[in-house]
């Protein structure tokens, strides 16, 4: 069905996990390490990467921001912390998802499923919005004729706003349609990611707004 890479340096987990996903229809690239996982990514088609935090030479932190100047592909992350700060680090430089340590393989399954159905959805024409034009069937953004890089949370933010003009989402709707029922983050995901589309958007990010205590619209004549 998919490519998916997973990055683990723990052997046994990392077996556990590529012979959950092989049973579940996949092809599975591994590696111990991120040196190897940017060198799999490099030179092999991969749909989706399932990545470690943790690990000798470098971490998944560095791997999956190295990664998204190479590829737009979702990344899920995995971490033995609970905590905030490192779900919010890693959603700033482009993971969509995370699993914490231990975790049942089959909602990572799941999950990963789940990411490559959203991923694969091919609606059918451009969506424009002032200068900002979405083109779904490639996943592409321009902003006054000059295409922006967008992680995949960021583009289908973007995209979902745009074809739901003025409609007031909160953070928790947001959290729900983007990142699914399942997401074990908060909605501080919801402003990290905004605050970062906004920055790329430039000037057009002011379409964006921010209502106090409720959430979030676009707000912008959209021509579908």
Known sequence: MANILVVEDEKNMQEIIVDYLRRG??????????VDALMILKNNPVDLM??????????????????????????????AKSGEDDKLKGYDLGADDYMTKP????????KVNALLR?????????????KISVIPASHKVFVDGQEIALTHKEYELLHFFMAN?????????????IWGYDFE?????VDTHIKTLRRKLGDEGKHIVTLIRSGYKFEVAVCV
């Open 165 to 177: 003009p003025g409609q007031i989402f909160s953070r928790e709707q947001l959290l729900n349609r």
């Open 25 to 34: 229809g996949h092809t599975c690239f591994a590696a111990d390490d991120g």
């Open 103 to 110: 975790f049942s393989p089959k909602v990572l399954l799941a």
């Open 118 to 130: 959203r991923s694969s959805v091919i609606p059918a024409d451009t969506v424009n919005a002032g």
């Open 50 to 79: 399932i990545l470690d935090i943790m690990m000798p030479h470098l971490d998944g932190f560095s791997v999956c921001k190295m990664a998204r100047k190479m590829s737009d592909l979702p990344v899920v992350m995995l971490t």
């Open 185 to 189: 983050g908060t909605t501080r995901t």
